[in-house]
């Protein structure tokens, strides 16, 4: 899969800024970033949804749309609907029909996890079972790329677990993923790789572990009182820090300093403690547009 030189501007806003990005066959990528990033517009000139402005992209050596008529693509976006008064099971009956070599229906809809309400009419689903039905109607062309738009949206702790777990099971045949997230957790435990986007430009690709370790140091939270996020990012050894009803979190590049300093100018701060930097740590460091961030 390759997208080389993507740019896509709607209006004055540039969505997509001279994007390009090579993912070889078998690599789970998580797309990452924070809202209007670029994410969804990425994956939409991805499968042909959308044109870009200018670049190319090229999916198993055809043009999108091409690869995704062959059935070499599943996708499941945020956009578009199915009709309520279908059932889950002539959802992907349909989905099924369209392309040539399609698995068996009662196949994918197993494989999401669908089976149980199969018979169901869509539009009386949850959200989390809607959002099954539509794995399962990506699935059923068993593409060698499943595209994921916040798959997990709606879904309970326990749906997302089961989710993940076909997930996982899908991939130990080699094929590749790509999906956006705003649940960090699922990117740093189901991705080989990460992606952060911002401002339509990619700011970092790697492994998580190489993501973290973009961002030094290490990440001091305590309950703190009389005092603002500006104050505390002016403390040595402090690189970012954040607020929020007395609770600091604040990213140092020198903790041991950063410690001394804030317990000499707040003897009475409390529940501190001292951790690594984390993905989620590294995405506010490397995604946000201000040094310091004070949240109320």
Known sequence: MNLKGLRKTFGEVRAVDDLSLRITA?????????????????MEMLL?????????VELFGRPSRRAA?????????QSGGFLGEM???????????????????DDAIARAGVTKYARLKYGGLSGGQKQRTRFAAALVCDPDLLVLDEPTVAMDVQSRQE???AMRDYTTTGRTVVFATHYLAEAQDFADRVVLMRHGRIVADGSVDAIVAKVDGRTIRATVEGTSAELLAALPGVGTARLRGGQAELHCSDSDAALRALLAEH???????V???????AFVALTADEPVVEEV
């Open 26 to 42: 078998g690599e789970v990528v998580a797309l990452l970033g924070p809202n209007a990033a670029g994410k969804t517009t990425t």
């Open 48 to 56: 042909g949804l959308t044109t870009p402005d200018s670049g190319e």
């Open 69 to 77: 008529a062959d059935g070499l693509v599943g996708a499941m976006l």
């Open 87 to 105: 059932t889950s099971r002539e959802i992907v009956q349909v989905m099924a029909a369209q392309y040539p070599k399609a698995m068996k229906v």
């Open 163 to 165: 989710f993940w777990a």
């Open 267 to 273: 003897p009475r701060a409390r529940d501190i403690s």
């Open 275 to 281: 951790t690594a930097m984390s993905l989620e740590d």
